[in-house]
């Protein structure tokens, strides 16, 4: 996007790759449309016993992905609780905090 000049920070056309940013100050573009920020989701999940700690299970399970629904982002667990163990586990949109938890 940047070789074909189509992004734009603060109505100046960004010639370089690297250039840095506020995207909390800055007025950033592509095609002349203003990109937002990305807004940060946590929840606290009461989990039941019985459910499996990942998004999806490819076994058919019942798991956390079941419990958030018409999602239009992709959310992550904050570390796992064993599926016969109930409490609270933390979803989120931040992967890099949820990886770092």
Do not use: W
Request: proline share 2%; hydrophobic share 35%.
């Amino acid at each position: 996007l940047i070789e074909q000049s189509r992004v734009e920070v603060n109505g100046e056309i960004v010639v370089e790759q690297g250039k840095r940013v506020d995207v909390h100050k800055d007025e950033i573009k592509v095609d002349g449309l203003t990109v937002a920020a990305q807004s940060y989701l946590f929840f606290a999940l009461n989990k039941p016993a019985g459910v499996v700690s990942s998004m999806e299970d490819p076994d058919g399970r019942q798991c956390l992905g079941d419990y958030v629904t018409n999602r239009e982002t992709r959310l992550f667990h904050v570390g796992r609780l064993d599926t016969e163990t109930e409490g609270i586990i933390m979803l989120t949109n931040h992967g890099e905090l949820a990886h770092r938890l």
